[in-house]
Structure formats: C-alpha cells, structure tokens
C-alpha cells in the first residue's frame, strides 16, 4: 500500500476530484494549506535605500522583493491505494493540473505498512 499525497491548485480541486472519481478512487482527504515552492528573491533590486526604510512605489518592483514572504494557497489531497494502483493515480493527478507552469504542484508517495479501519478493526488492504 502506498500514500499519495499531491498539492495542487485550488482552483483544480473540482476537475482532480471528477477525474479520480471517474477513475474508481473516490477515497480521498482534501485539507485548505499554505506554502511556496523555490521562487528566490531578487536580491539585486533591494539596495541600501530600500534596506534603509525607502518607501518604493512601484508596484511590480515591491511585489519582486516581497515574494519571499508570500505564501500561496494550494489544495493537499491524501489518499491511500494499492501498490499497482500508484502509477494510474499518479498520472490522472498529472493530466489533470498539468499547465506547464509554476505552481502546477507535487506529488509523494510513501509506503504505508499498516491501515487499521477504526469501524470494524479490518486491517491493512480491508481497511480500504
């Protein structure tokens, strides 16, 4: 058993739901997260004014030096599926949000050892 987890853009949640339903996986969490991926700052456009308490009044350019701090919402959605089902999940979850462009998210995929099915106390592949 493998967990999927992907973080995707809010706005896909809707289509990556329909598709994994569509697909027979309709199982899965979805959580609200916050985060940023490895966009860098630009460090050339802070010189000694701006560091000196300057207010800089172009938009664009103060949007480029506080890019460090944005975090951007995203969707997290986890699921848990067999081992020879990873590879199907993996790709509808890539079909689906794929733009081309940054942000478009990630995927993990761990290995789970044990699922306990709180109900019933079924285990490991009858607990899904």
Do not use: W
Not at 14 to 33: H, M, Q
Not at 46 to 56: E, F
Not at 106 to 127: L, Q, Y
Request: neutral net charge.
């Amino acid at each position: 058993m493998k967990e999927i987890t992907a973080i995707i853009r809010m706005n896909m949640i809707g289509k990556t739901k329909e598709a994994l339903l569509k697909s027979s996986f309709p199982s899965f969490t979805c959580r609200k997260v916050v985060g940023r991926g490895k966009k860098k700052v630009n460090y050339t456009m802070i010189d000694d004014d701006a560091v000196s308490n300057k207010v800089i009044e172009n938009k664009n350019e103060l949007e480029e030096i506080s890019e460090v701090h944005r975090l951007i919402s995203k969707r997290m959605i986890t699921m848990l599926v067999n081992d020879e089902d990873v590879q199907e999940v993996v790709d509808l979850i890539i079909d689906v949000n794929r733009t081309s462009n940054p942000g478009d998210g990630k995927i993990f995929i761990s290995p789970v050892t044990d699922v306990v099915r709180v109900r019933t106390g079924e285990v490991d592949a009858e607990a899904l």
